[in-house]
């Protein structure tokens, strides 16, 4: 708590300054050199247009329908290629399947070589086996990625973020009854996938940077038996499965640069 | 974000400057409830204990305890208002529920017995398993477990703060809007005022009472510290555990609940592994151990003589003894002398 009032006085203090700087010196416009960096969203299954509770059918016939596909994505930074970092923000990212876009703040104009971030929240943050990190009810803001969210992507008893919580139902027979539910829950820090796209582009100031976050929901099943492999919350018995969903998640997740037809500049 | 600024130095400071609330002394048997305003800081000062970990935005007011109180008996945090934190943890038990293992919302059962909360302040770790770093995230724990309380615990904040009360009194407290931060808060700092320090064995071996315990209770204290027992190595005085996880040796085969394990995933090391139980009250928080497998405290001594199972991670302090009925009478007596008949008084 104290942080927060202090990082508001800093940033009162800042501010006061920087007005005073503001006095013209010349009448030359500042050259904007700060470049908008979103995150877009794309999410399928196979090469239909995915959403929640609706129904998509596998290679093998199986009908599937997803109830819940929840993940957090973290520390997204943008690389230069002299491997300088800019660290975007907001840090924690929850996304969720209707989400299209998420604002990642700016960058200084160069070249966007590597986007990284990771699946998951990072070690120091996420809280394992009783140790102190971050937990949800350090949260007064409730929008706070961090803080409680409505599908619990919180394990109190174990003490860590769930870092993917996929749920569902599948009907084997196709004939429009739903015969089992699967759920993952996929998480502590053995888990988080870290993750590093090349990008590769250069870009001015005032422009944008639209970088595209596609999950696979097709992929994501694609070898994975439902007869069986149905249920991990990624601890004791279901460990196995849950790395090999974690796996299945991050094949699944694919980064690419917007194409330049598609850049909002 | 919160700002983690546990450290003993600084809290060393806050007991200096706050109001110091003395609640233990030998010579007068009625606390001396120094709080004079509502919103004054209560340090609990026990003489004989350790001082308690807290961070210092989570200092305990009266004002603050209260308004956990008033949601510890509320079931307003259950999905069907059915259950409050109180239908598991009952006063009259010293916070249990005097059940084999809890029973949550729709008669659904529980894996676990349900430990006391005296002292529950001075817990590096919470569960049995310890599994969660703080009274303020354990909080959500018992309200979105499905067998408990079975609420999401944003639909849990959202009713808190849709009732006029209770949003009147969470400005009044914190300055706040109901939230993550300030439901847990109020809740952990309820728990932290539920203290256990003024058993006979307390007057007779801190404070010098020596009558406070009967010679057959003095006897039971001696056998608890022998060598033979060695059950003061894990159960260590004052608070009765050095919070230690142990495996006694109560199964063979701890597959129906591994413990330590089932957070850690490494049964090799944590098989069968809980947290060493407080023993203060009791005489009044059975069935024991974590399943509530044994009711009675001959069974537990029962358990302990035969040196119990012969899983590899068991501590080699747990080796079997013989103990004749009379020294097993004594032991008994001894452990029911943990029993604290003024703590029930609120300390704020």
Redesign the interface.
Known sequence: ????ILGLLALAIISTSACKDDEPVSNTPIANTTVQVNLNYDFNFGTEDFSLNTEYTLDNGYKVRYSLATFYLSKPVIMDDAGGMTALSPEYLIVRPDVTMSDLGFMQEGHAHMFNFSVGVDSASN?E??????????????THPL??????M??????GYIFVKIEGEVDYEGDGTYDQVFKYHLG?NEFRKDRSAMLHTDVKGGETLNVVLAVDYKEFLNGVDLNTEILTMS??DG?ALGFKMMDQFDKALTISKMDDGHKNN | ??????NRNWKGRLALVSLSLFIFSSCIKEEKVVVNSSNAVISLTIPHFPSMEME??KLITRERAELGEDLFFDPILSRNFDISCSSCHLTNLAFTDGLKVSVGTEGRMHNRNSPTLFNVGWH????M??????L??????PI??HREMDL????A?ARVAADANYNEKFQRVFD??V???????ALATYERTLVSYRSAFDEYYYYGDTLALTNQEKRGLALFKSEALSCVSCHQFPLTTDFSFQNNGLYEDYTAD?GR?????N?AEHEGKFKVAMLRNIALTGPYMHDGSLSTLSEVIDHYASGGSQHPLKSDLIKGFTISADDKAALIAFLESLTDTVSYKKVY
């Open positions: 708590m104290k942080t927060k809280t086996n009783g140790s102190t990190g971050v937990q949800p009810t350090d949260f007064s803001d409730p803080g409680p969210q409505p599908e619990g919180y394990w109190t008893w174990a003490s502590t601890m004791n460990r | 974000m919160a700002t983690k600024t546990t210092s935005d590096p770790y919470f569960f398993d310890g599994g969660n770093p703080s303020e995230s354990q909080v959500i724990g979105e477990e999401p615990f944003t639909e904040i706040l809007p939230s993550a931060y300030t439901l847990s808060l591994p394990a089932r957070v850690t995933n049964l």
